[in-house]
Nanobody
Framework: QVQLVESGGGLVQAGGSLRLSCAAPGIIFGSHAMGWYRQAPGKQRELVAA???????NYADSVKGRFTISRDNAKNTVYLQMNSLKSEDTAVYYCNARGTYWYWGQGTQVTVSS
């Protein structure tokens, strides 16, 4: 069973930074596009950022200029650097791997206090 293991969530004050990591040891990492999604209470899960196998990146408008997604194929890991955090960034963040199948992590809580 494929497991994506997220880490790096936590509680931070508005304006602060966090770095999320997602390790994906059970997949052929270089063949999968990777993404970060988030889901706030009472809201639908939404795409935050995604990076393709070739390195093309897209961001949700709400995080452009503040968040940076990157991948390290040698470590089978994708990162999400989050700067200038706002209270509206509070959510559970999920790692996603997209290939023939889609895989999800268990989620990591990010709470931004104002």
């Amino acid at each position: 069973q494929v497991q994506l293991v997220e880490s790096g969530g936590g509680l931070v004050q508005a304006g602060g930074s966090l770095r999320l990591s997602c390790a994906a040891p059970g997949i052929i990492f270089g063949s999968h596009a990777m993404g970060w999604y988030r889901q706030a209470p009472g809201k639908q899960r939404e795409l935050v950022a995604a990076i393709t196998v070739g390195g093309s990146i897209n961001y949700a408008d709400s995080v452009k200029g503040r968040f940076t997604i990157s991948r390290d194929n040698a470590k089978n890991t994708v990162y999400l650097q989050m700067n200038s955090l706002k209270s509206e960034d509070t959510a559970v963040y999920y790692c996603n791997a997209r290939g023939t199948y889609w895989y999800w992590g268990q989620g990591t809580q990010v709470t931004v206090s104002s």
